[in-house]
């Protein structure tokens, strides 16, 4: 991830207009249409071969509740600016006696919030910036950190269902394959062709997605962001960093992106640890 990462952003520098007009949108239709495409082979092809009943209803649901949050953090992280500048104005300039706190950007000409970064693809300062997601053709900060992150595990996580029960599938067909008599075998060996072609897309789509939360919670852990991952300035503990960054109700949050939960403080002042 590190080296693809470092490519986007190079790249990103050196042409940020077709980064923004021809990699966001490229992006964010990838990731559409591969939900829709394993959500619509889990519940109506994949699933119904491998469940039955309750189970096949409760998978049903779950796939539902799975591409729910993924969507709908997705939206949210959109929609949620971290910017500076959507901080009231007052609160864009340091309070007295904290000025030294406070950095300047050279691009934006003015003192700007600690652990805030300017984005060459926002054209602005985030607060506490992560780093500027393609996906969500946004950057990622102190505003919409939470929803990034549950994106990444329900992405993460839903691939991982489909790719365990395509498991499931596959040596179910394989099982069919061997008991069936010729003139079925023919059908069920074409099945089992698609299913194993599904069963690698799988395997390749979970690989950076699981990368990407394996990133996101070791920030979780440390309070940290994704350029300054192995820094403990900021870390006061599980608990305290989950609230910085989830708000308020902390991990509850998995529950939906519409579950209010007014973050710590507005990203301008940032505890640091006393002790390493």
């Known amino acids: 991830m590190c080296i693809v990462n470092d490519w986007c952003r190079e790249y990103a520098n050196l042409y940020p207009k077709k ?18 495409f394993f959500f619509t082979l889990q519940v109506f092809y994949v ?51 904290m000025e030294h706190l406070w950095h300047y950007c ?47 595990f329900y992405l993460a996580f839903g691939i991982f269902m489909s790719m ?5 599938d596959v040596g179910r067909s394989v099982y069919l394959l061997h008991r069936m008599k010729t003139g079925f075998g023919s059908t069920v060996k074409s099945l089992s062709y698609f299913r194993y072609v599904c069963l690698i897309l799988n395997i ?17 852990k440390l309070n940290s962001t994704y350029y ?13 960093n989950c609230q910085l960054i989830m708000g308020q109700r902390g991990l509850w949050t998995f529950i939906s992106p519409s579950l209010k939960s007014p973050l710590l403080h507005d990203g301008t002042h940032w505890q640091i640890k006393q002790c390493f």
């Not at 365990?164 to 499931?168: E, K, M, Q, R």
Request: proline content about 6%; charged content about 15%; hydrophobic content about 45%.
């Open 228 to 240: 300054q991952i192995t820094s403990r300035h900021h870390d006061l503990g599980f608990r305290k």
């Open 164 to 168: 365990a029960t395509l498991f499931c």
């Open 47 to 97: 699933a119904p071969d491998v469940h039955d009943g309750f189970m096949y209803k409760f998978f049903v649901i779950s796939a539902i509740f799975t591409t729910y949050n993924i969507l709908g953090n997705l939206l949210a992280c959109y929609r949620t600016s971290s910017a500076v500048k959507s901080l009231p104005q007052e609160r864009q300039i340091p309070k007295p006696g």
């Open 204 to 220: 390749f789509a979970l690989g950076f997605p699981a990368l990407m939360l394996r990133f996101q919670v070791r920030i979780l």
């Open 106 to 152: 050279d691009i934006c000409q003015k003192l700007m919030p600690p652990r805030s970064w300017h984005c060459p693809l926002c054209k602005c300062c985030i607060l506490k910036r992560d780093h500027h997601c393609i996906f969500a053709a946004t950057c990622i900060g102190h505003n919409n950190h939470r929803y990034f992150f549950w994106f990444t």
């Open 19 to 36: 980064a923004v007009s021809i990699g966001h949108p490229l992006s964010v239709i990838f990731l559409l249409v591969g939900t829709v």
